[in-house]
């Protein structure tokens, strides 16, 4: 769990960065266990290389293509497959083709499905607020370790 008072909901739905962001399941109704989200991103869309602390996060990919990098590995993955990103693992990823892609998203433990709705709360924007974006990300027990995918 992170330690923000802030309480975002099952169906709270954020834009942020071009893509839409809805949380499915929350910590509250599962007794802590997990987290769900559904992400709808567009091409070219993907975090910077990244560590979970505290939780696994596994996707499974509804609608378009995802590209991976996983501690060092590249993959890439389509509309039906799942990919497991274990806590401690650095990892990426980005939108690749030519369509948005459609995630579902799953954290466990629970707590980081409420990241997406604080920074977008808070109108981060990449990469002008870099810092402030690293700072809200360890309070969710993630560190920023590298650059997005080209």
């Known amino acids: 769990m992170n330690a923000h008072t802030e309480i975002f909901g099952p169906g709270t739905t954020t834009d942020w960065l071009g893509g839409t962001f809805r949380i499915l399941l929350t910590p509250a109704e599962t007794e802590g266990r997990l987290g769900m989200f559904e992400a709808v991103v567009p091409p070219g869309f993907g ?3 990244h560590i979970h602390r505290n939780e696994d996060e596994t996707v499974l990919i509804l609608e378009g293509e995802v590209r991976y990098w996983l501690a060092g590995e590249i993959f890439d993955r ?3 497959d799942v990919v497991f990103l274990p806590r401690g693992k650095e990892h990426t990823f980005k939108i690749v083709g030519e369509t948005p892609a459609r995630l579902m998203g799953i954290v466990t433990p629970g707590g980081f499905e ?3 709705p604080t ?3 808070r109108k981060i924007s990449l990469p002008e607020d870099a810092a402030q974006f690293a700072a809200i990300a360890a309070s969710f027990g993630s ?5 997005p995918l080209p």
């Open 119 to 121: 920074v977008a709360k």
């Open 114 to 116: 409420a990241f997406f």
């Open 78 to 80: 389509r509309a039906g």
């Open 47 to 49: 975090p910077p290389r």
């Open 143 to 147: 560190e920023f370790t590298g650059p």
